[in-house]
């Protein structure tokens, strides 16, 4: 199956004589995505049960945490809390709760399942039902049991507004590749056949008399040769570095798959117009981080990088606070989840802000169109914030999780606001 997957994406690639078999398995796991598509939140929206279980937990693509299997011991701590609510507040026995959540303890047993993980990890359980997702992106940890599954850390997957973007460092030996967004940042694992600098590229080639040709001196001698550094000493041969980055853009062509997201060079001054030059790609900013970042920390080059990208993250930002504030007090916009609740079931919404980890429990009354909220969580309540946001998207509106401080809305206790449609 692998196989067949890998092969109907690049039926054109050719393998060379490096590319083993730990560097195909490095792109098997790379393709093997979860696909996130509206039917399937759909069907999870409708799914129906007396004990639905919904579990999010951050996760860890290396370091200690996949050594000491620190993620499969979260979710079982929620598999063990789970199992006691259901034994003690349904008065189930022991057994027949461990049988129904087995799907569950299988998934925390399957060591090969967490050495591969992203950033967050959903997972739902219902009678004769269990699904779960890798996201890539940060989720809060949280569990729940209800009559239906709770989708709101979902939903980003289906955020239009997307201030994500990507970061690539590198040097004349060296290569890294992140994938951030303002709030968070995380490093790509590269495959081998992504070159770590111009040896490692031209090694794929026989062209070096071809390159003295074109870069020989008027003496008939060759110029200087490649220094693989960042500065100072020696100089480089253009031709070799351009033909290093020619390499890298084919090599980056199926890992930076969004092309119409920003591309922050970070490297030193005198590489960035010649990578520029050869660019043919990617979405490459306009301005870009200066200087040799082969040791510098990820949180660094994620703080100095928002430096460049806040301007157009405020600009997206206040385009879609303007349409909130050009809607206030016409009877088309709301922040009281009376009001967005029944007009995300009807299919009112166009716009929905959502501040991060807001929830309102309660029923909708589809008779009288109202909502009766309660403080606490009841047997049969939704959470009417998370529905809204799915009954948004879901009718083609678009649903956008945010900071306190971004919301259109300054009422101080609004954690919610939307912009109607007809």
Same mark, same amino acid.
């Given at each position: ?102 799907? +569950? ?19 739902? +359980? ?121 390499? +890298? ?102 716009? +929905? ?70």
């Amino acid at each position: 199956m692998h196989m067949s997957i890998f092969t109907t994406l690049h039926p054109n690639i050719r393998l060379r004589k490096r590319l083993n078999i730990h560097i195909l398995l490095q792109l098997i796991k790379f393709f093997d995505m979860d696909v996130l598509s509206k039917e399937k939140l759909e069907q999870l929206a409708g799914f129906q049960g007396t004990n639905c279980v919904s579990i999010y937990i951050p996760t860890h693509k290396r370091g200690k945490e996949v050594n000491e299997q620190k993620d499969a011991k979260l979710l079982k701590n929620h598999f063990q809390a789970i199992k006691n609510q259901i034994k003690d507040t349904k008065n189930i026995a022991e057994q027949t709760v461990v049988n129904y959540l087995k799907p +569950l303890l299988d998934l925390i047993e399957d060591a090969e399942f967490w050495r591969h993980q992203s950033q967050g990890l959903a997972v739902f +359980l219902g009678e004769n039902f269990f699904e779960h997702y890798k996201l890539p992106y940060n989720v809060d940890e949280y569990s729940m049991l209800g009559n239906g599954f709770h989708l709101d850390q979902l939903l980003p997957a289906y955020q239009q507004y997307d201030d994500r973007y990507y970061i690539l460092a590198l040097s004349l030996g060296k290569v890294r590749l992140f994938e951030a967004a303002p709030h968070n940042i995380e490093e790509i694992d590269l495959p081998e056949r992504v070159p770590q600098g111009t040896n490692d590229a031209l090694s794929y080639y026989d062209f070096e008399k071809s390159l003295q040709h074109h870069s020989s001196s008027p003496s008939g001698g060759s110029q200087n040769p490649i220094y693989h550094g960042q500065g100072g000493e020696g100089g480089f041969n253009e031709a070799y570095v351009k033909e290093y980055f020619r390499h +890298l853009d084919d090599a980056l062509q199926p890992i930076i798959k969004d092309k119409s997201r920003p591309v922050v060079l970070a490297s030193v001054d005198y590489l960035h117009p010649i990578f520029k030059e050869t660019n043919k790609s990617f979405n490459l900013h306009k301005d870009g981080l200066t200087g040799n970042f082969d040791r510098v920390g990820v949180h660094e080059i994620h703080k100095e990088s928002l430096e460049i990208m806040r301007p157009q993250n405020e600009s997206l930002r206040e385009k879609s606070h303007e349409k909130y504030q050009e809607m206030a007090g016409t009877g088309m916009a709301s922040y009281q989840i009376d009001d967005i609740a029944p007009a995300a079931l009807n299919g009112r919404i166009d716009t +929905l802000f959502v501040v991060k980890g807001t929830h309102k429990w309660g029923v909708i009354d589809r008779e009288k169109n109202t909502v009766i909220l309660h403080e606490e969580k009841k047997e049969n309540d939704k959470d009417l914030v998370s529905k809204a946001a799915v009954d948004t998207i879901l009718n083609g509106g678009n649903t956008y999780f945010v900071d306190r401080e971004q919301l259109p809305e300054n009422v101080e206790d609004a954690e919610i606001a939307a912009v109607f449609c007809w």
